[in-house]
């Protein structure tokens, strides 16, 4: 083998290993997983239930777990959730976003209703609306009590999800 064409053979050698090096890690970084379907919503522990009183609303927030290539976030907030105890037994929750304009919903005491500043959306205690621009009622979440076996009590759990604002019916972020 002449020398000239072993320093082509080594040099294109040389130039497929610099590419491989440099293309793996562009191809993961475009395979990101952002690009893949969001994952389906987990309960997530929220409150006692001897936090919450009868009849009125309290605001929760909802954290998560959160990793990503280089660090651990343990108090990642996925949002905020009305919770509304109905009786002993049923508590409700409702997402703090507004179903207008995505909006935080905010609770007045003195009116006994849920009201959006954005826009003056107002909504009952049952979470209907009830005047302005909201096409449809607050955006219920799924709920389940799990009881607390070191105690009399139980946790409240919520399956925090976001919706599409500006729509009449409800439908899931994806």
């Not at 990503?68 to 409702?94: E, K, Q, Y």
């Not at 007045?108 to 849920?114: H, I, N, R, Y």
């Not at 959306?121 to 009830?130: E, G, I, K, S």
Request: charged share 25%; glycine share 6%; aromatic share 8%.
């Amino acid at each position: 083998m002449e020398r000239r064409s072993f320093l082509k053979r080594w040099t294109m050698g040389l130039s497929a290993l610099y590419a491989a090096v440099l293309g793996i890690p562009a191809v993961v970084f475009l395979v990101d997983p952002r690009n893949r379907t969001a994952p389906l919503g987990e309960f997530k522990n929220v409150a006692r239930l001897s936090e919450l009183d009868v009849g009125v609303p309290k605001q929760v927030v909802v954290r998560n777990i959160r990793f990503d290539s280089w660090a651990l976030h343990p108090n990642d907030i996925l949002g905020r959730v009305w919770l509304l105890r109905r009786d002993p037994a049923t508590v409700d929750a409702f997402t703090t976003i507004c179903p207008h304009l995505g909006g935080s919903i905010n609770y007045e005491a003195t009116k006994q209703q849920f009201v959006c500043p954005l826009h003056g959306a107002t909504f009952d205690l049952a979470c209907r609306r009830v005047s302005g621009p909201a096409p449809r009622d607050m955006d219920a979440l799924e709920v389940r009590m799990v009881p607390d076996p070191a105690s009399n009590d139980a946790f409240v759990e919520v399956k925090y999800e976001n919706f599409v604002q500006g729509r009449e019916e409800k439908m899931k972020k994806v």
